[in-house]
């Protein structure tokens, strides 16, 4: 499945749709703990990221509140 | 943090709780003695200043050191997130600053350590930030005291050198229900006798220069992030840039991303190393700690020269009840005590041989100080009176020594006043 992350292209080798939980670990995200995740510019609460699903052609950031900038 | 890692019991979880192996296998955390950290690319450290990627970029926001304490401190503490600095007092200053801005209001207990005073009768106030104090002892008081431009209740969980414990649950309930988050400064109890998060503190701060550290060979402070105040109303609308992307996080990201990264109090990465080989052993001194305390606090109390002692651990402390049922039967390693006036006192301080007399808690070794003529030798007698301290009075931090010596310490310094 094809993704924008980050503004980046990015594929996964899943074809169906993942929870937010699911890409996370399959795309290695580091500091899961911590991330903010926006799903096609919505931020997403972290008790649904086991029932958010992501699908071919979504747009993904992370978040971080420990970087240099606001 | 992991499950398994939450699963962990209390003792357990400050030796492997929210620890990484260290380089080649190492126990120990690398000290990363470095002001900044460079990357192959621009886009590598744009991505990291947007947030969008993890990494360090210079010491006063972040490092790696500073970032392993942190993680054990906020699993120890079962909260969500944490951030140290370079002292208690910057840890308070920090922490504060990210819930209150110009005319808003703290509601604090009036029982506080002198210099969390100070900043809040004194230097607040000259920035527009008004302080009103009230007896942590008198539930009524605290609701009578909130305000509607009241932004922060805060206490101390055992008051020193006052020695009066709060009851923290009733406090979290009287906050809850106001929508005001309850910051916690949990020095003198430190996370061994109770998780304060777990009693219902919003925000926890230590002085981890104390307990934490242990052996005070380092300043340094800590803010810990219980991930349980709700910033999302009225009172809070600075927040909410913070709530809606960080969620639950909207504190410590304020935190971060503001107030501590303008203010600048970072810690010093010896510091954070050292204060963590500290937290180790918290379990252990703070068993000794307690027991001493209680040794010390008995003797002194069957001693015809001593006419009051004030220590929770006591059957007779009003506090008893309260202390025991919250710390689960244990009250801590300071102790007050009276003798006849101050010259009695002075003359007790100058007699100890093995007590050190100094400005400081927490150590390993037993510590005395005349309050009234020293930390607290700034403020008029109405507040020294609100702060529990008076002439005749000797504060204690009893340490880790055998509990002999330290009674026949005190014991021979009494024959002597």
Not at chain 2, 36 to 63: C, P, S
Not at chain 2, 124 to 133: E, M, P, S
Not at chain 2, 235 to 245: D, L, V
Request: aromatic fraction near 8%.
């Amino acid at each position: 499945m094809n993704l924008t992350v980050n503004g980046k292209p990015a594929t996964i080798g899943e074809e169906t749709a993942v929870s937010i939980t699911h890409l996370l670990e399959a795309l290695q995200v580091e500091q899961r703990e911590y991330v903010t995740v926006e799903l096609n510019g919505d931020i997403m609460d972290r008790g649904d990221f086991e029932k958010a699903t992501v699908k071919d052609g979504d747009s993904v950031e992370f978040l971080y509140f420990m970087g240099g900038g606001r | 943090m992991a499950e398994a890692e939450q699963q962990l019991r209390f003792d357990t979880k400050l030796i492997h709780g929210g620890t990484v192996p260290g380089p080649s296998g190492a126990t120990k955390p690398p000290i990363v003695q470095a002001s900044a950290f460079a990357y192959q690319t621009a886009e590598e450290l744009e991505d990291i200043f947007k947030g969008r990627a993890v990494g360090q970029v210079y010491t006063r926001i972040g490092n790696p050191t500073l970032e392993g304490l942190e993680k054990r401190l906020a699993v120890i503490e079962n909260g969500i997130a944490a951030v140290i600095t370079s002292s208690g007092m910057s840890a308070i200053t920090t922490a504060v600053m990210a819930v209150v801005r110009c005319d808003d209001e703290i509601l604090s207990s009036a029982s506080l350590f002198g210099g969390t005073y100070s900043l809040f009768h004194d230097t607040l106030a000259n920035y527009g930030i008004k302080t009103r104090f009230f007896d942590p002892t008198d539930l009524g008081a605290l609701e009578a005291g909130i305000s509607e431009r009241t932004r922060l209740i805060f206490v101390e969980t055992i008051g020193n050198p006052k020695m009066d414990v709060p009851d923290i649950e009733a406090f979290s309930a009287i906050a809850k229900k106001s929508g005001i988050p309850l910051m916690v400064d949990a020095t003198v109890s430190t996370p061994y006798l109770a998780r304060m998060r777990d009693l219902g503190a919003d925000i926890i701060i230590h002085s981890t220069s104390k307990y934490i550290n242990g052996t005070a060979n380092s300043i340094g402070g800590a803010i810990i992030d219980a991930g349980s105040f709700d910033w999302g109303s009225d009172r809070f609308p600075h927040f909410e840039p913070f709530r809606r992307k960080y969620r639950n996080f909207a504190f410590t990201a304020r935190v971060r991303k503001l107030i501590h990264k303008d203010f600048g109090a970072c810690a010093a990465p010896l510091n954070a190393f050292l204060s963590g080989e500290g937290l180790d052993t918290l379990a252990l001194r703070m068993e000794r700690h307690c027991s001493n305390a209680l040794e010390l606090a008995h003797f002194l109390q069957s001693h015809p020269k001593v006419a009051w002692v004030n220590y929770p651990g006591l059957p007779d402390s009003p506090f008893h009840e309260v202390a025991g049922r919250q710390f689960n039967g244990r009250f801590g390693g300071l102790l007050t005590f009276g003798l006849a006036d101050k010259p009695a006192a002075f003359r007790l301080v100058n007699a100890l041989r093995l007590a050190k007399n100094l400005a400081n808690i927490g150590d390993t070794k037993t510590l005395v100080i005349h309050p009234a003529s020293t930390i607290c030798a700034d403020y008029t007698p109405e507040v020294k009176r609100l702060m529990g301290v008076s002439e005749e009075l000797v504060r204690v931090s009893v340490g880790i020594e055998d509990p002999a010596d330290i009674v026949e310490d005190f014991s021979a310094a009494l024959e002597r006043v």
